[in-house]
Nanobody, 115 residues
């Protein structure tokens, strides 16, 4: 019922890096599937990366080789390491937690990449 909380967004120049964090709470984090999504103004929300409870991952083609998703179950936290950022990565980034039929989103954190 409690939203995960994103942090780490900011304004950077093209080519630089950021690491986003998503802090969850409560029980059953270790069996939760976690995902990062982004939404730019006027565009639909899209999935950037996902990580399952077994540690397997998936990425959007647009970020493969540049972004890495990881999780720390002891800290109940998921990370998104974002390298070689491009202006087209500019968006609000959201964290999503799924545990069985439970589905909850964070409030989002802004990432802006300048030329």
């Amino acid at each position: 019922q409690v939203q995960p909380v994103e942090s780490g967004g900011g304004l950077v120049q093209a080519g630089e890096s950021l690491r986003l964090s998503c802090a969850a709470s409560g029980s059953l984090f270790s069996i939760s599937a976690m995902g990062w999504y982004r939404q730019a103004p006027g565009k639909q929300r899209e999935q950037v990366a996902g990580i399952r409870s077994d540690g397997s991952t998936n990425y959007a083609d647009s970020v493969k080789g540049r972004f890495t998703i990881s999780r720390d179950n002891a800290k109940k936290t998921v990370y998104l390491q974002m390298n070689s950022l491009k202006p087209e990565d500019t968006a609000v980034y959201y964290c999503r937690r799924r545990t069985g039929n439970y589905d909850v989103w964070g409030q989002g954190t802004q990432v802006t990449v300048s030329s």
